[in-house]
């Protein structure tokens, strides 16, 4: 069943990341082996270097994100850009404006919670 959420139904949460407060919208888990969520990230938050056990792809929808994989050179995603990270990979993310970020992952993190 196709299912819909327009903007004034979305509900977003304070949650924490890591230790690192932000807000939350869910809007997808628990069926078909995937989760999705919207993230608002202030200017200047970083998620400190960390992995997930599952892949994730990233889509910058406001803002702009500097990412970097260990081993790996910086990359700046600005609105409108995207980033997939696979499983096991050690990254850091920094928000360079108020960013917003749609995020899609493989089932299979701890929680939503205490999501990636």
């Not at 995603?77 to 850091?92: L, M, R, S």
Request: overall charge negative; glycine content about 8%.
């Amino acid at each position: 069943m196709t299912r819909y959420l327009p903007t004034d139904a979305q509900q977003w949460q304070p949650i924490e990341v890591r230790g690192i407060p932000m807000q939350a919208c869910l809007l997808w888990e628990g069926e078909h082996n995937v989760e999705s969520g919207l993230y608002r990230l202030p200017q200047g938050l970083t998620i400190p270097r960390h992995h997930h056990p599952v892949w994730c792809q990233v889509y910058v929808v406001s803002g702009a994100m500097q990412v970097q994989a260990d081993g790996d050179d910086v990359h700046t995603i600005d609105a409108g850009g995207y980033y997939f990270v696979e499983p096991g990979d050690t990254h850091t993310e920094t928000a360079l404006l108020d960013t917003q970020l749609l995020v899609i992952c493989e089932e299979g993190l701890p929680s939503r919670k205490q999501p990636l």
